[in-house]
T-cell receptor, first 108, second 111 residues
Framework: KNEVEQSPQNLTAQEGEFITINCSYS?????LHWLQQHPGGGIVSLFM???GKKKHGRLIATINIQEKHSSLHITASHPRDSAVYIC??????????FGAGTTVTVRA | EAQVTQNPRYLITVTGKKLTVTCSQN?????MSWYRQDPGLGLRQIYY???????DKGDVPEGYKVSRKEKRNFPLILESPSPNQTSLYFC??????????FGEGSWLTVV
């Protein structure tokens, strides 16, 4: 069983809709990262969280350390948000463990 | 501009022919790491380095070597590549602010 579970695996939304991606993990962590990977392969870091909530533009990330759960929200989704979103957790040993990713498709 | 640069970006090689994938960062980051990404398996960590001359194994180190002789460079060495090492490889670095910067990826095919 993977230490990091993401849901849903795939998600299709209409432009403008609110999107939520969930990440649950089973180990103690020092930080959690949300990553975005566009077709073609490049990976960009969206957020690093160790507690609370962060917001950047239309993206919001939250983490609940006690429940070992994080969510990534996309407000007013746009076709350019279509990508794979990956949750990664960093343990105290500096290793990173990754979720399988959520493929998001936003239709115009 | 903050950058992690990998080379080569695309490579087709033959089984057993040693190859090195270079990785260089310009942000003076102490932490660097290598990952591979495979369909159905996602991203997995190969090796990481906390600083010069300090390296450690990730989850899938078999068949790979690394070195960290200087802070900016962290090459990945495949001494005797095999077809099961065909994959998309990413190098990354992370600094004090903890944002991770990824290279553009290296597509490696071993035939």
């Amino acid at each position: 069983k993977n230490e990091v579970e993401q849901s849903p695996q795939n998600l299709t939304a209409q432009e403008g809709e609110f999107i939520t991606i969930n990440c649950s993990y089973s180990v103690g962590i020092s930080a959690l990262h949300w990553l975005q990977q566009h077709p073609g392969g490049g990976i960009v870091s969206l957020f690093m969280l160790s507690s609370g909530k962060k917001k950047h533009g239309r993206l919001i990330a939250t983490i609940n350390i006690q429940e070992k759960h994080s969510s990534l929200h996309i407000t007013a989704s746009h076709p350019r948000d279509s990508a794979v979103y990956i949750c990664a957790v960093r343990g105290n040993d500096y290793k990173l463990s990754f979720g399988a990713g959520t493929t998001v498709t936003v239709r115009a | 501009e903050a950058q992690v640069t990998q080379n080569p970006r695309y490579l087709i090689t033959v089984t057993g022919k040693k190859l090195t994938v270079t990785c260089s960062q310009n942000m003076n980051h102490e932490y660097m790491s290598w990952y591979r990404q495979d369909p159905g398996l996602g991203l997995r960590q190969i090796y990481y380095s906390m600083n010069v001359e300090v390296t450690d194994k990730g989850d899938v180190p078999e068949g790979y070597k690394v070195s960290r002789k200087e802070k900016r460079n962290f090459p990945l060495i495949l001494e005797s590549p095999s077809p099961n090492q065909t994959s998309l490889y990413f190098c990354a670095s992370r600094g004090v602010g903890n944002t991770i910067y990824f290279g553009e990826g290296s597509w490696l095919t071993v035939v």
